[in-house]
Nanobody
Framework: QVQLVESGGGLVQAGGSLRLSCAASGRTFSGYYVGWFRQAPGKERESVAVINMSGGWTYYSNSVKGRFTISGDNAKNTVYLQMNSLKPEDTAVYYC?????????????????WGQGTQVTVSS
């Protein structure tokens, strides 16, 4: 099991940027799939971006493609989500999750380890 701690959330105006961090402890991230998910009030949790920490393969949802970038640093055991051109609809609690082999990498139910979440609020 790996313990995850997110940071970097906050309040930003539309068009601004934030960088979220997901730091792992307990086990190395090497070989893991690490995903960023978000949940807005009254909405279902959705996948935002996923990275495989071995090969660097990445996935982005259509809603963030071209604006967000997921990256990983195995030496620091940390995954980042750089969020640019933020929109009010990006407002949500953002969670990172990790698993060695999620059956469906966009399904949060297939991830075994989760962080506590960090709030991102984008004002118009």
């Amino acid at each position: 099991q790996v313990q995850l701690v997110e940071s970097g959330g906050g309040l930003v105006q539309a068009g601004g940027s934030l960088r979220l961090s997901c730091a792992a402890s307990g086990r190395t991230f090497s070989g893991y799939y690490v995903g960023w998910f978000r949940q807005a009030p009254g909405k279902e949790r959705e996948s935002v971006a996923v990275i495989n920490m071995s090969g660097g393969w990445t996935y982005y949802s259509n809603s963030v493609k071209g604006r967000f970038t997921i990256s990983g640093d195995n030496a620091k055991n940390t995954v980042y989500l750089q969020m640019n051109s933020l929109k009010p609809e990006d407002t949500a609690v953002y969670y990172c999750a990790a698993d060695t082999f999620p059956r469906n990498y966009v399904n949060g139910n297939d991830y075994g380890d989760w962080g506590q979440g960090t709030q991102v609020t984008v004002s118009s």
